[in-house]
């Protein structure tokens, strides 16, 4: 991918009220914008009315189109109101590439984000074909709508014009605009969570994987409209999807069942037990998954 193919987008927040909503400005400016021109590039800005500069998100988007970017704007604000109502402020540079098809592969990738990138940042591709297989996906991969990786600040999510996205059901449901939009909430999160961490978290070079994953899912389901929340909740009971205590916020309960986790996260940051003092505790390198599990 070279710098010609690449559009930038800037976000800008400040108070809790200016990245509530998209002002006037931006969302006309998001709105006209063309299909990417993988030859041209150009500054898209998506910015709020902000009293004071609080955080500060910069994207470089490859591909997509139009609605795709709209939805980025729309999502990066979600991520960003999360942290900032929360009395965080997170500041990350991040690539999001959009491609008709995504596949991670399991085997090459799962267990590595937090420790070593390398092998996540080439296992998400649309590169080589394998028999009997689409482009890109391995004996070992899965087809995903998008997947973040850690060492190279980049998110590849898989376009909205794609026609596997109009039979995908992501936590049982049907993908439309608001869940899509989630999706996005979801991967900007992990550029934006890494900047939090403190200096005692970063020295201990802690597997923040899980930690990682509760963040993005407790932001993607609290930023989702409350119609779709309520829906998604209603396919998880919480008499049967909820952390016990938070021993149960580990990597096999994540690996297992990714979806479940991100409902069961939600439920627990919601709780006496979550909330922003579970995030102080993530960021300050104080909560630790009870064990790991290698893949």
Known sequence: MTSASLRTARFVSGSLLAVSALSAA???LAQSAPSVDRTQWSALHCDGAPARQAGLLQVTVAGGT???????????KRALGFFLGHGLVPTSRLRIEFREAV???????MGAAGVDPAPCDTAVTAGAVNAGR????????????????PGSETALVTTEASPWLRTYTYFGLAMNEEM???VLTHEITHALSKSLYSPAARAADLDIHVQEEYVAYVAQLSTM???LRSAVLARFPAGTHRFKDET?????????????FGVMSYRHFISDAGGLGFLHRIYCGEYRPPFQVLY
Not at 66 to 76: K, S, V
Not at 103 to 109: H, K, Q, S, T, V
């Open 26 to 28: 931006g969302l006309a």
């Open 66 to 76: 139009e609605r795709d970017h709209r939805f980025t704007c729309a999502a990066a």
């Open 103 to 109: 596949f991670l592969d399991l085997a090459g990738c």
């Open 134 to 149: 689409a482009p890109g996906e391995s004996s070992h991969a899965e087809r995903v709508v998008g997947a973040f990786h």
């Open 180 to 182: 899509f939009m989630s």
């Open 225 to 227: 409209s409350r119609d």
């Open 248 to 260: 149960d916020i580990n990597a096999l309960s994540l690996g297992l069942s990714p979806e479940p």
